[in-house]
């Protein structure tokens, strides 16, 4: 363990040598608590630990019939797994909802088509137009005659 310039002991500290052309002119130390930026984090350093360490709470020890120890997630944990897993991206939510509403908006702006009976409504009533009287008068004829 050294010493730090800050006052900290460590293990963890570094020293710097400062030159001015080309000559040695002096020393600093820096440790973790002084220069946090110069280092890495400590979660970096950490140990990677299985979830049944990290979460004991949430698994439960039992014994194989070799003797080895197993570790089961109780029902709950698996609930909140499950949860986890089917929870609908919000990024896709939004994302569906946008092209919806571009559809929506696409569809008002196009021209509304017909039923078939509204086509024959429209037919049988423009027939009528045509064969009356003041339309013969003014020499309109139906398409085709
Ligand atoms: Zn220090």
């Avoid at 979830?51 to 080895?68: F, I, L, T, V, W």
């Avoid at 197993?70 to 896709?92: F, G, V």
């Avoid at 039923?115 to 137009?129: D, G, M, P, V, Y």
């Amino acid at each position: 363990m050294s010493k730090c310039d800050c006052g900290v002991e460590s293990f963890r500290i570094r020293t710097i040598f400062h030159e001015a052309n080309g000559r040695y002119v002096g020393q600093t130390t820096e440790c973790p608590q002084c220069a946090p930026g110069s280092f890495e984090p400590q979660w970096l350093r950490d140990k990677i630990v299985p979830a049944y360490e990290a979460y004991p709470e949430r698994y439960r020890k039992s014994y194989s019939e070799d003797g080895a120890v197993c570790y089961t997630s109780t029902d709950e944990a698996r609930a909140d797994y499950e949860a986890k897993i089917l929870r609908p991206n919000p990024d896709d939510v939004a994302a569906k909802e946008k092209a919806l509403q571009r559809r929506r908006e696409w569809a008002k702006s196009q021209p509304k088509k017909l039923t078939s009976a509204q086509l024959e409504s429209i037919n049988s009533r423009r027939q009528q137009i045509l064969a009356s009287p003041a339309a013969q008068a003014a020499g309109v004829h139906a398409k085709g005659e």
